[in-house]
């Protein structure tokens, strides 16, 4: 095993990455980490939130080389591993992602339907051009990415770079802890299936016996993800589905109450994080703090840290463990192409992930879901790597929440121009930087 362990955190103003460190601290005898370059474009949150990290490493009694840069190549240089969490255009990007839409009739949101869209077309040029860099400077590291949209951006950097990556989200893990909790049955084997922020439970399995039924037949729901307004599903919805779904398809089995909602909030979430953010890191600079505080779970990433840094260590460590992970099909799925990005369980080692496929797999519901959705990912992929609006309109029209051409072309226009300064595949313009 290497002597060396460099692990880089791009986009490391985040008030997230305590997180991270907290995962770190907690696997520091598997992860003997020897550097950790933060960077970030934002010198103001790198240093705030970088002196909070190494002050957690300090009272740990983690001894690690760390560098704070605004520099993404000085950041990259030797890396192992490299965790990606930007969010271009950053908080205000985002408000003018869930404020447009709404005009429109349409749902904003940060990562479902037009909201989610344009995030991935500000996304994918940065995280492309990250991917080049990791080639140049540490072609054999890998990118653990949980920037958003996560599915959309794994199906975009495995089909358009030959970078080693996988794609990451909280929401299984969430639901795995809350659906264990709920049930007793700690070591349940949980089967789930779907796209990222498309997804549902469809086994739940202890000691040979199956649960999942009478789980359907309670109208068992896991826990709603922090981020989102929840209203929680129906025994009855729970039973036609004939499965689990994540909090998140509550924006398309309930498109019309959600709008509702979101049309009479007077702060979007976008807002809410801004406040959050702002009393996050004024928390943050106080000196004395060695910990993450406990406000952070409000921002919606509850175990991150368990998550990036537990796939950290099963490659690093060759565990061969299983992990749910965003990465190509390759016949995982008989009923998706193989180079879809999905969101499924894979079992984990040094060569990357294994997806643990679903033979015989007969939820048609679910089916026709993914494949529907999968449809406007494609299309949301070839429009971020091309700048072909027609493409872009394609997408908008195959998403369930948008739909309608004349509010998606409204829509699109008048995001578009809101976000030229982030949309070079667009307007023949350079690529922002990452973070």
């Known amino acids: 095993m290497n002597s060396k362990l460099k692990i880089a955190i791009i986009g490391s103003g985040s008030t997230y990455t305590p997180e991270l460190i907290e995962g770190m601290i907690k696997r520091k005898d598997a992860l003997p980490v020897t550097e950790l370059a933060l960077m970030d474009i934002d010198r103001r949150k790198l240093d ?5 990290c190494v002050r957690m490493l300090d009272a740990a009694g983690v001894h690690c080389r760390v560098v704070l840069t605004e520099s993404l190549d000085e950041a990259l ?6 965790l990606g969490q930007i969010r271009v255009g950053k908080l205000p990007a985002r408000v003018l992602d869930e404020r447009i839409p709404l005009r429109h009739g349409l749902i904003g949101q940060e990562t479902c339907g037009i909201g ?4 991935a077309m500000r996304t994918i040029p940065v995280m492309l051009r990250l991917a080049e860099r990791m080639q140049a400077l540490c072609p054999g590291a890998w990118l653990i990415n949980f920037s958003n949209p996560a599915g959309i951006i794994t199906e975009a950097l495995l089909n358009h770079s030959n970078v080693k990556m ?3 989200c909280n929401v299984p893990y969430n639901m795995f802890k809350s659906i264990r909790a709920s049930l007793g049955l700690e070591r349940a084997s949980i089967t789930y299936v779907g796209l990222n922020h498309l997804s549902w439970i469809t086994g739940i399995e202890q000691d040979g ?11 068992l729901n896991s826990e709603a993800m922090r981020n989102i307004p929840s209203s929680g599903f129906s025994k009855e919805l729970i039973r036609t589905v004939g499965a689990i779904p994540s909090s998140y398809l509550e924006y398309y089995y309930f498109k019309e109450k959600k709008l509702k909602i979101l049309q009479e909030s007077e702060l979007s979430r976008g807002e809410k994080c801004m406040q959050i953010e702002e009393e996050l890191l004024r928390l943050y600079s106080d000196a004395e703090l060695r910990a993450k505080p406990e406000l952070l779970a409000s921002r919606g990433g509850a175990n991150y840290s368990e998550v990036a ?6 490659i690093y460590n060759d565990k061969q463990e299983i992990h749910v992970v965003n990465l190509l099909n390759r016949g995982a799925l008989d009923f998706m192409e193989d180079s879809d990005a999905i969101e499924i369980g894979a079992v984990i080692g040094r060569d990357g992930a294994k997806p643990v496929g679903l033979p015989g797999f007969r939820n ?3 089916i026709d879901y993914m494949r529907m959705v999968k449809a406007y990912e494609r299309e949301t992929v070839a429009a971020a790597v091309t700048g072909s609006e027609e493409a872009a309109l394609r997408a908008l029209m195959m998403n369930p929440l948008v739909g309608d051409y004349d509010a998606a072309f409204a829509c699109f226009h008048e995001l ?5 300064a982030y949309l070079p595949q667009f307007y023949g313009g350079k690529t922002a930087s990452p973070a």
């Open 166 to 168: 996988l794609g990451l």
């Open 416 to 420: 578009k121009e809101a976000h030229r």
């Open 48 to 52: 705030i939130v970088g002196k909070l």
């Open 209 to 219: 016996k199956d649960y999942l039924q009478s789980a359907l037949e309670m109208g």
């Open 364 to 366: 048609r519901h679910i």
């Open 309 to 314: 840094i537990s796939l950290v260590d099963a």
């Open 116 to 119: 989610g869209f344009f995030k």
């Open 77 to 82: 240089e030797g890396a192992d591993f490299v």
